[in-house]
T-cell receptor, first 113, second 114 residues
């Protein structure tokens, strides 16, 4: 998982730049990964997912990369916009058929105009 | 389509009072999860249900917390008696009982215990 300190990792980017948010996981049995976006006052919102038999998946302006060798997951946001400012969480499913997820602590993304 | 619906959105009450949080999962979803989110501890899983049956309640802090799912479209999380340290945002999420499906979250209940 991500850092377990009291403070969220932060990332500040200029509008229009690309953003990369990273996540490390520890369980080699994890077979499904999800990125969520959480805006202030709202619940986590699904962005994109990836299965362990893939190493890359693209959505609209977002790309998720999975490196199983080093147990690393990243979320790339192209042409970051002020509306992308939020906390981003990675989550992993450890082979459960019941949908249980394990969440990281999150990264605060701030986009400056 | 309606998402996960939680009520109330905000709750302020005095310590010692009973608090009941409610959740309506997405229709057709048969796994339901209750989470608590604080700055100190992040997003913690409290309990989850599958087909209305509690599967894992190991995240429930103590006996003051209880959760029920009387049917596929409704769940409650109850705290009795409440304490100031229970103040947090409580989220409900649901998903289909198949592998590799994302959970969908409600907008949470912000609970303040005075």
């Amino acid at each position: 998982g991500e850092s377990v300190g009291l403070h969220l990792p932060t990332l500040s980017v200029q509008e229009g730049d690309n953003s990369i948010i990273n996540c490390a996981y520890s369980n080699s049995a994890s077979d499904y990964f999800i990125w969520y976006k959480q805006e202030s006052g709202k619940g986590p919102q699904f962005i994109i997912d990836i299965r362990s038999n893939m190493d890359k998946r693209q959505g609209q302006r977002v790309t998720v990369l999975l490196n199983k060798t080093v147990k690393h997951l990243s979320l790339q946001i192209a042409a970051t916009q002020p509306g992308d400012s939020a906390v981003y969480f990675c989550a992993e499913n450890i082979g459960s058929t019941l949908g249980r997820l394990y969440f990281g602590r999150g990264t605060q993304l701030t986009v400056w105009p | 389509d309606a998402g996960v619906i939680q009520s109330p959105r905000h709750e302020v009450t005095e310590m010692g009072q009973e608090v009941t949080l409610r959740c309506k999962p997405i229709s057709g979803h048969n796994s339901l999860f209750w989470y608590r989110q604080t700055m100190m501890r992040g997003l913690e899983l409290l309990i989850y249900f599958n087909n209305n049956v509690p599967i894992d309640d190991s995240g429930m802090p103590e006996d003051r917390f209880s959760a029920k799912m009387p049917n596929a479209s409704f769940s409650t999380l109850k705290i009795q008696p409440s304490e100031p340290r229970d103040s947090a945002v409580y989220f409900c999420a649901s998903t289909k009982e198949t592998t590799n499906q994302p959970q969908h979250f409600g907008d949470g209940t912000r609970l303040s215990i005075l």
